[in-house]
């Protein structure tokens, strides 16, 4: 299997920035896709940022309207870690964020990690 332990999370105040780190470990050998999640309270599980996977080389990048150009995804893979660079944060984008990864069809999630952004 593989585990997900994401990092960065805290709070920060509106218009600041985060980097969120996922660190992936256990059976890990191909990887084709790798994401950022977020569910706010009361809301549903919604699509963040994903980045597809081929080699050691990334495919294309997909994000959410809401965060284009304030948000970006990227990895390491010598660390077997994903990042997401959040810049000029706003209150909507409180949140738990998680990581998630899918491997032969098989998806993985982390636990997630809050990110609470003030106004």
């Known amino acids: 299997q593989v585990q997900l332990v994401e990092s960065g999370g805290g709070l920060v105040q509106a218009g600041g920035s985060l980097r969120l780190s996922c660190a992936a470990s256990?059976?890990?050998?191909?990887?084709?896709?790798m994401g950022w999640y977020r569910q706010a309270p009361g809301k549903q599980r919604d699509l963040v940022a994903t980045?597809?996977?081929?080699?050691?080389?990334?495919?294309?990048?997909n994000y959410a309207d809401s965060v284009k150009g304030r948000f970006t995804i990227f990895r390491d893979n010598l660390k077997n870690t994903v990042y997401l660079q959040k810049n000029s944060l706003k209150p909507e984008d409180t949140a738990v964020y998680y990581c998630n990864v899918a491997q032969y069809g098989v998806p993985y999630w982390g636990k997630g990690t809050l990110v609470t952004v003030s106004s």
């Open positions: 980045m597809t996977s081929g080699g050691s080389t990334s495919g294309s990048t």
């Open positions: 256990g059976s890990i050998f191909s990887i084709s896709v």
